[in-house]
């Protein structure tokens, strides 16, 4: 069993940065898409941004331009760098791991909390 960890959470000001990190304990494959999701409080979880094994990245639009995700698929690690934070970025992020061909899996970190205030 995979388990993510989350790290880099906080409280910044508007305008500001944060870098969140992600890291995998135990074998992910290739083929898989690791990423960032994040769930405001009442709204729904939705895709902040992805990145598959081969460094594909797909974005939300509402992030576009303001946040970068990497990997680094030799140490299981998945970044967010978030620039230009705005009020309605507070949330809590999650990490995901997910694989649809076989071995299939679909892991979830327990989440981090970004507060963006002044």
């Known amino acids: 069993q995979v388990q993510l960890a989350e790290s880099g959470g906080g409280l910044v000001q508007p305008g500001g940065s944060l870098r969140l990190s992600c890291a995998a304990s135990g074998r992910l494959f290739s083929g898989d898409i690791m990423g960032w999701y994040r769930q405001a409080p009442g709204k729904e979880r939705e895709m902040v941004a992805t990145v598959t094994s081969g460094g594909t990245t797909d974005y939300a639009d509402f992030v576009t331009g303001r946040f970068t995700i990497s990997r680094d698929n030799a140490k299981n690690t998945v970044d967010l760098q978030m620039n230009s934070l705005k009020p309605e970025d507070t949330a809590v992020y999650y990490c995901?791991?997910?694989?649809?061909?076989?071995?299939?899996?679909?892991?979830w970190g327990q989440g981090t909390q970004v507060t963006v205030s002044s």
């Open positions: 995901r791991a997910r694989r649809v061909l076989l071995p299939r899996y679909d892991y």
